[in-house]
């Protein structure tokens, strides 16, 4: 066999190789560009409705998490909770005669686990409870995927790059009404 002929062989191989991967990978890139903008949509109407009402309930938290499920990927979500508070500032702290008049603004982080605890608490006895939060508040929700995705998997098989995580995306705003 010549080397023309090999040359031929080796041309038509990668011809047919391209002509299938590149629609493959191209289709595989829509499908992550769909599932980011679901993604988006579902965290940005979830921090929105946050915003609005003050508060978290559990039933919002799980249709949250399940319409994120239904994309097909697992996903962390993870939520912290920024409260201003006001604190004196004393010039001995263990007494509280030596108040000098000044007063801090100090803000208080309440993290993902507090929070889930509240919504779900350990004990089975007592009913998942609405995460309240005051005007003025500050919330951020981030999602970040546990698993890799089609296209990602195979452009790190083929063009050996690395990258840990699909998507990550973090929203977040002031709390502007407050739920009585």
């Known amino acids: 066999?010549?080397?023309?002929?090999l040359w031929q062989i080796l041309a038509i191989l990668m011809a047919v190789l391209l002509m299938i991967m590149f629609p493959i990978l191209n289709s595989f890139e829509k499908e992550?560009?769909?599932t980011r903008i679901q993604i988006l949509d579902e965290l940005d109407y979830f921090v929105s409705k946050i915003k609005q009402s003050g508060s978290i309930s559990?039933?919002?938290?799980?249709?949250?998490s399940s319409s994120l499920n239904k994309l097909g990927y697992p996903f962390e979500?993870?939520?912290?909770?920024?409260?201003?508070?006001?604190?004196?500032?004393?010039?001995?702290?263990?007494?509280?005669t030596s108040f000098n008049g000044e007063i801090k603004r100090v803000e208080e982080l309440f993290?993902?686990?507090?929070?889930?605890d509240c919504l779900y608490p350990r004990?089975?006895?007592?009913?998942?409870?609405?995460?309240?939060?005051?005007?003025?508040?500050y919330i951020t929700?981030?999602?970040?995927?546990?698993?890799k995705s089609k296209y990602q998997k195979i452009r790190e098989t083929f063009l050996n790059t690395s990258n840990n995580t699909f998507f990550y995306a973090k929203l977040g705003g002031l709390i502007q009404h407050e739920a009585y």
Do not use: C
């Open 77 to 96: 979500i993870k939520m912290n909770h920024y409260k201003e508070i006001y604190v004196p500032v004393y010039d001995n702290p263990s007494d509280y």
């Open 58 to 64: 559990r039933r919002d938290y799980e249709l949250f």
């Open 32 to 34: 992550d560009d769909f």
């Open 111 to 116: 993290t993902d686990q507090e929070i889930k």
């Open 123 to 137: 004990k089975s006895d007592e009913r998942g409870k609405t995460y309240y939060m005051k005007k003025g508040d």
């Open 141 to 147: 929700v981030s999602v970040k995927s546990k698993v």
């Open 1 to 5: 066999m010549s080397i023309k002929a």
